[in-house]
């Protein structure tokens, strides 16, 4: 069981919600970047591999490792599944079947998906509140979306693009059952113990997939700016957020830390424009101005003040 200490303050969690949401967002454009010097299976296994070697560093330095009972762990595999393994999948061959345009969009669908399911599942009222800053904040997304596919819907509708799209929410989905089953746990573990069982567990499970793919003969071809670009890949844009995120469960509602999600896209274009040269538009800014609107409208009165931090 985990400890909790002195209070600090609350921008503190504010910040490290933030701060995964900006990793998140780094992710995308990063990936887009290591992809012509990666398959899509060594992105995915980086992912979990290097978060799991991250996390145990941390865990072994800190001198607190949390004993789980057996009974959580096939909890913990199906967490891997359902956050790391399905969503990527999902995501690497669902934009072969559609656009990458819809991918950004349907894929950040996730925190309407959190929403629904903690009013079924965990019980959280969906406030007039929440609601609208959830759309307020959505329609930031959308607005990205409709810029990048100048102005059309289209893609979204067309009969080809049907079965990838599908895919693609469904990756969604899967990520917002990881965070729905992820909450209860949070109250017998840290999230550091927690994410370093689930990518343990996932990368276990790619591993005999790679081997008996031959995924792993051409890695020692690589150059090591690319290694870098993959070890950042697994230690900040995923190990780091991960936590910080599952950390965040403690002191908000579910579906209110799944606002802060929205603002994914919003920094994944911030970082396109850096790193990938493409052009900053005032729908970026637009976009940027509406998500923060809706997040700060929810937070307004959904905060939990109240809670004391406890440890990641």
């Known amino acids: 069981m985990n400890t909790q200490r002195p209070t600090s303050h609350p921008l503190l969690w504010h910040a490290q919600l933030i701060l995964a949401v900006i990793l ?40 607190k490792k949390e004993k789980v009972q057996a009974k959580d762990f096939l ?57 609208a800053g959830i ?44 965070t729905i089953l992820l909450a209860p746990l949070l109250k017998k573990y840290s999230s550091l113990t927690i994410n370093l069982y689930t990518f343990s567990f996932s990368a276990l499970m790619l591993l005999p997939v790679g081997l008996g793919l031959s995924e792993f003969s051409t890695i020692g071809r690589i150059s090591l700016p690319s290694w870098l670009g993959l070890i ?22 579910v579906s209110t830390a799944a606002s802060y999600k929205l603002l994914i896209p919003v920094f994944s274009s911030l970082f396109a424009v850096i790193w990938l040269g493409e052009q900053f538009t005032l729908w970026i800014l637009v976009a940027l101005v509406l998500s923060i609107s809706g997040i700060f409208f929810i937070q307004r009165k959904t905060a939990r003040s109240t809670l004391p931090p406890v440890e990641l």
């Open 232 to 253: 950042c890949l697994g230690v900040f844009c995923t190990g780091l957020n991960f936590v910080l995120f599952a950390a965040s469960l403690k002191h908000f509602p």
């Open 24 to 63: 998140w967002g780094i992710y995308h454009p990063l990936t887009q970047v290591l992809r012509g010097h990666f398959s899509p299976f060594i992105l995915t296994f980086a992912r979990p591999f290097f978060a799991a070697l991250s996390l145990v560093a941390i865990t072994w330095a800190s001198k």
């Open 75 to 131: 909890l913990l595999a199906i967490l891997g599944v359902l956050g790391m393994i399905y969503p990527s999948y999902a995501t690497a061959f669902g934009v072969r079947m559609t656009s990458s345009i819809n991918s950004s969009l349907l894929i950040n669908t996730n925190p309407l998906w959190i929403v629904l399911l903690a009013a079924i599942v965990l019980k959280e009222p969906i406030t007039r509140r929440k609601a």
């Open 135 to 178: 759309l307020l904040a959505l329609t930031g997304v959308l607005i990205l979306f409709l810029a990048r596919n100048h102005g059309s819907l289209d893609s979204l509708i067309r009969s080809d693009y049907f079965i990838g799209n599908c895919i693609l929410l469904s990756g969604a989905v899967s990520l917002a059952a990881y």
